[in-house]
């Protein structure tokens, strides 16, 4: 009722996982509104196999944030952000809406945050496994790595412009050739593999 009343139109409701990709198949929504703990089947595999039979999809992961420790999974299986289940209807339909557009729906404070918080759980790569890790990274120039580094602390594209003076419209270049070079879709997947690469630390540093 929610997003229909602000002119989104729901094309179907399910009341667990296994029922929301069903429906997804039959009606390939742009957006899922995913709860990340229900029944049968909870969120997180519920987005991955959207995603995996839908990649055009946007998924948005429903959460209470402090209890739910695997959101920084969530987003490596492919969401595109990420909700506090208290969120007002206003900001529930502009969430749609943004990332009906290919953004991502994590705003800096939220991103360090994410980091801090659930990155410190996930399996670091080793020394061994860093040059194969950093390999994904070969097609960058030193800037871009730079400007993916500072993507992955969470900085927003004038915090970005700010540290590395430079204007908004030459950062803006630098992330969308960052997310060409390496097939990214948006900013939470540049978040997730700048963790991986070890370019950000789990502290976020």
């Given at each position: 009722m929610i997003l229909a009343a602000r002119g989104i139109d729901v094309v179907a409701e399910a009341?667990?996982?296994a029922e929301a990709v069903a429906a997804a198949v039959v009606h390939r929504p742009d957006v899922a509104l995913l709860d990340i703990r229900m029944p049968t089947m909870d969120g997180l595999e519920a987005a991955r196999r959207i995603l995996g039979?839908?990649?055009r999809c946007r998924v948005i992961m429903l959460t209470t944030f402090d209890l739910?420790?695997?959101v920084y999974a969530a987003l490596a299986a492919?969401?595109?952000g990420f909700l506090l289940k208290d969120v007002t209807s206003a900001h529930l339909a502009a969430a749609v809406r943004l990332?009906?557009?290919g953004d991502a729906l994590l705003a800096p404070s939220i991103t360090r945050r994410l980091v801090e918080r659930f990155a410190a759980g996930s399996p670091q790569p080793s020394a061994a496994d860093a040059p194969a890790l950093h390999l994904h990274l070969a097609p960058l120039t030193p800037r871009e790595v730079e400007v993916l580094t500072l993507l992955g602390r969470g900085l927003s594209n004038t915090e970005l412009a700010g540290q590395l003076t430079l204007s908004e419209s030459t950062v803006k270049t630098h992330v969308?050739?960052?997310?060409a070079k390496l097939h990214l879709r948006d900013r939470a997947q540049a978040v997730v593999l700048a963790k991986e690469t070890g370019l950000v630390a789990p502290g976020g540093g």
């Open positions: 009341a667990d996982g039979l839908l990649p739910d420790h695997y492919g969401a595109s990332v009906d557009t969308a050739r960052i997310f």
